[in-house]
């Protein structure tokens, strides 16, 4: 029997976090694709977008009402001429001339204000009479017109390398003309179940048999994360088998194992991880739920051994995978960020380890508040999908009373 890895290194959460957050450092994925627009969803920018001319170009009326110069209106009401009207798409040369003083041009939202004039006033503030407005109201110079290039100049970054896709995004690489856009290939994620008394959803489990959750919780984690998980199955509580599906992970960009890295006898990963030359970096950490956790490299490969007990693979995935795969993806590093909401009901539990349970967050506006989903341990997937996100339970305390504020990580 190989060794396993000595010393067991249990790191702290937040160490834990450091050690993977340095290897995704590392990580420079280099194949492109470009994908159509939409496509781009999700998808990890491979090429930074400029804008590919002043945001806005033109000075932009941001209201309906009159373009007109702020230093008419000193003395209010007061009453302009109307010299004519721009509709938003007005063209250049059917703009109105010139406005002057004592002038004022009719103009709608997103047309460009006519030279001269300053300011827009709202058409709520005005009455029109013939060809004359009378303006009730006074506007600062700048009010409601924005300036050219103030949103960006032309060539500036709009969207950098490493930049997730989301709507926003979209809307910005639209704006620039783009209607299809360079992005990095989606890293293959091979996700292997172990365990003798776990079976495939499609068969009838014996009364001591359990269906195997963790496959399908893993990938959509993957799939949510930006890569594509390979379904390797189950493997049985026996080294040989264990090994050649292992290996077979192994020539993915990322190999997730569940269960088998507890203390139990027929808990085989690491020790076959040993025997294939892995490297391990932390075999668990001071964490609740999700101990055991083990990461590792063979060779240039990674592998996280996430504990077989759903809450924890899922947990765990969460914390120290998905800053791993997001890297591998291509994706620019960012932090756990946590949010905060007052505890609805005391939490009582013993020091030692930072906990992540299972909470439901509540209440509108300032009313929100959280509190522990009812969880009879790391088992219960009834809990987690009564949850809507994991209370974080500091390490240094026992009893949290109701009404503190608690750190949460949204799911
Ligand atoms: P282990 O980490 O192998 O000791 O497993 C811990 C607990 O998680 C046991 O109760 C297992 O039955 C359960 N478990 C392990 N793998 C899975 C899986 N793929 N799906 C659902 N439950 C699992
Ligand atoms: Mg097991």
């Known amino acids: 029997m190989a060794a396993l890895p000595q010393p067991p290194s249990i790191l702290t959460f937040e160490e834990a976090r450091h050690v993977v957050e340095g290897h995704a450092a590392q990580l420079r994925p280099r194949i492109k694709e470009r994908v159509e627009l939409l496509a781009s969803i999700g998808r990890i920018l491979a090429e930074?977008?400029?804008?590919?001319?002043?945001?806005?170009?033109?000075?932009?009326?941001?209201?309906?009402?009159?373009?007109?110069?702020?230093?008419?209106?000193?003395?209010?009401p007061v009453t302009l001429e109307?010299?004519?009207?721009?509709k938003a798409g007005a063209a250049p040369e059917t703009l109105p001339?010139?406005?002057?003083?004592?002038?004022?041009?009719a103009i709608m939202t997103g047309a460009p204000a006519a030279d001269g004039a300053d300011a827009v006033?709202?058409?709520?503030?005005?009455?029109?009479?013939?060809?004359?407005?009378?303006?009730?109201?006074?506007?600062?110079?700048?009010?409601?017109?924005?300036?050219?290039?103030?949103?960006?100049?032309?060539?500036?970054?709009?969207?950098?390398?490493?930049?997730?896709?989301?709507?926003?995004?979209?809307?910005?690489?639209?704006?620039?003309?783009?209607?299809?856009?360079?992005?990095?290939?989606?890293?293959?994620?091979?996700?292997?179940?172990?365990?003798?008394?776990?079976?495939?959803?499609?068969?009838?489990p014996g009364p001591h048999q359990i269906r195997n959750s963790n496959s399908y919780s893993l990938a959509a984690q993957v799939q949510d994360a930006g890569g594509v998980p390979k379904m390797l199955g189950i493997a049985r509580d026996e080294a040989a088998p264990l090994r050649r599906l292992i290996e077979q992970g192994l020539n993915h960009d990322l190999l997730l194992l569940t269960g088998g890295v507890s203390m139990g006898r027929y808990d085989l990963v690491e020790q076959v991880l040993a025997e294939l030359g892995a490297e391990f970096f932390f075999t668990g950490a001071q964490i609740q739920p999700g101990r055991p956790v083990v990461f590792g490299r063979v060779q240039e490969r990674y592998f996280f051994g996430l504990p077989g007990n759903p809450i924890s693979t899922m947990v765990t995935f969460e914390l120290f995978a998905r800053p791993l795969l997001e890297a591998l993806a291509g994706m620019a590093a960012r932090e756990l960020s946590f949010v905060h909401?007052?505890?609805?009901?005391?939490?009582?539990?013993?020091?030692?380890?930072?906990?992540?349970?299972?909470?439901?967050?509540?209440?509108?506006?300032?009313?929100?508040?959280?509190?522990?989903?009812?969880?009879?341990?790391s088992g219960d997937v009834a809990a987690m999908a009564r949850s809507n996100c994991y209370i974080v339970i500091p390490p240094d305390r026992e009893r949290i009373a109701a009404g503190e504020w608690v750190a949460i990580l949204m799911r």
């Open 48 to 76: 930074p977008i400029a804008a590919d001319r002043d945001f806005p170009p033109f000075r932009r009326a941001m209201r309906d009402g009159y373009a007109l110069r702020a230093a008419d209106l000193t003395n209010l």
């Open 82 to 86: 109307v010299i004519g009207e721009i």
């Open 97 to 105: 001339r010139q406005v002057a003083a004592g002038q004022a041009a």
């Open 121 to 204: 006033v709202m058409v709520e503030y005005t009455s029109l009479s013939g060809q004359r407005v009378t303006v009730t109201r006074a506007v600062a110079s700048g009010d409601n017109i924005v300036a050219a290039g103030s949103e960006a100049r032309k060539g500036q970054v709009l969207l950098h390398h490493g930049t997730r896709m989301d709507y926003g995004a979209i809307a910005s690489a639209a704006s620039a003309g783009l209607q299809s856009v360079s992005v990095f290939r989606l890293p293959e994620v091979a996700i292997l179940s172990t365990g003798d008394e776990i079976v495939e959803i499609g068969e009838r």
């Open 341 to 377: 909401a007052r505890l609805k009901s005391e939490i009582k539990t013993k020091a030692g380890l930072r906990r992540f349970l299972p909470g439901l967050l509540s209440g509108e506006f300032e009313q929100a508040e959280v509190e522990l989903a009812g969880w009879h341990g």
